[in-house]
Every structure is written in C-alpha cells, then in structure tokens.
C-alpha cells in the first residue's frame, strides 16, 4: 500500500457507530443538506440509520460540543450551523495554521516523510494530467495531511484536520472551474519545492498564497 493509499484509509476509517453518525450528520449540516434551526429528531434518526438512542445522543453532545448543534430543555437538539463570519473566521484560522505547519515541517520533516511528500506530489502531477477531478480531492487532502504530520505537532495536526474537515464541507473550492487543476498543481509544487529545498521563508510564503487564492475560490 502507497502512502495514498494509506492515507485515504485512514481518513475513511471510522471506528464506531457513534462516529459514523456524528460524521454523517457533520456533512449534513455543513452542507445544508439539514437547515440551520431545524429539529433533530431522535425516533426518525435512529430509523434513518438503523441504531439505538445511544451512539446517536453520544453524536449529538459531540456536535453541542462543536458549537453546531444547540439542547434547549423541554425541546430538544436544534441545528447552529455556522453563520457567515464563523466560515471565515474558521478560513482565516485555518490558513494562519496552515503556513505555522509548514514552517515546522520544513525543519522537522524526516527522510521517510520527504519520500512520501514526493510520492503524493508525483500521483498530483499524474492525476492533474489525466483531469481526474475525484483523485485530485484525495489527494489534495492527502498532500497537507501529511504536511500536518511532518510538522510533528500533534495539537496542531488534530485542529488543522477538523477545520480541513469543516472547510470540504461548508466552503469547498470550485474544483469545475476553469484551469482549477492547472493552477493549483503550481501552488502545491511550490510549497512542495520549498519543502525538499529546505527553505521556510519559500514555504511559508507559498503556503499562504496558496491559501489565500484557496479562500478566493471557496467564494469567501
């Protein structure tokens, strides 16, 4: 198994019942697909997904923990979601991370992470050629969770994959847009370049344009 490979398993990993609704109803909400102010309904939600109360009000303290979803006694779980400035104070919050994570990659990235760094970057390459838009998406990911993993900062790690998460969903970029693949290919070999060249003042300077021509292109 490549890195690729190893990486987009672990992402689709889930561990619980209790994490694969919290996950379900994570997308549902931040897609809009479940409008804000809306009821969450435990009997058709346990039907819907064929579970107990359990693992679902285990989901739901996590998404009140989140900040997404609201109890109001005497009434039930009501959906938050994320208003306007949430978005992009939760955008801006990432791309600051996102240039700290790589500046400690650059001096803490090891041989063995380099190599897999490389072995993304060429599947980019490959995949950007081909216009395979889906591939394009895992790998993206795949390209700064290992970014994320390379910088050797757990905390940091944890919190750039839930704003990672939180951004596919609410804010994702226009990946039909016109010379998207093209265009962000650049981006990346740059900040990948900067990497292996060991150069943080290249890395981070790639890494926030990056981001924000990512903010440009997620309409925010």
Request: charged share 30%; glycine share 4%.
């Amino acid at each position: 198994m490549d890195i690729l490979q190893k990486i987009i398993k672990e992402k689709n990993e889930i561990k619980s019942t209790s994490d694969k609704v919290y996950n379900q109803l994570l997308r549902e909400i931040l897609t809009g697909k479940i409008a804000k102010d809306s009821r969450l309904n435990e009997a058709k939600l346990t039907a819907k997904y064929k579970i107990s109360r359990t693992p679902l009000r285990e989901a739901f303290k996590r998404l009140q923990e989140d900040g997404l979803v609201e109890y109001i006694q005497n009434r039930g779980v009501f959906v938050r979601g994320l208003s306007e400035n949430e978005i992009i104070g939760m955008l801006e919050t990432r791309a600051y991370l996102e240039v700290k994570a790589v500046e400690y990659c650059v001096s803490r990235i090891t041989e063995e992470e380099e190599e897999d760094l490389s072995a993304i970057f060429k599947h980019m390459e490959f995949y950007t050629k081909k216009g395979d838009i889906q591939k394009m998406i895992e790998i993206d990911y795949a390209f700064h969770r290992l970014i994320y993993r390379a910088s050797h900062d757990r905390l940091m790690e944890k919190t750039l994959l839930t704003y990672q998460n939180y951004c596919n969903y609410c804010c994702p970029p226009n990946y039909f847009a016109r010379g998207f693949l093209r265009r962000t290919l650049e981006e990346h070999r740059q900040i990948y370049r900067a990497i292996i060249s060991k150069d943080p003042a290249a890395a981070t300077n790639a890494m926030k344009q990056h981001m924000e021509a990512t903010i440009k292109r997620s309409g925010y």
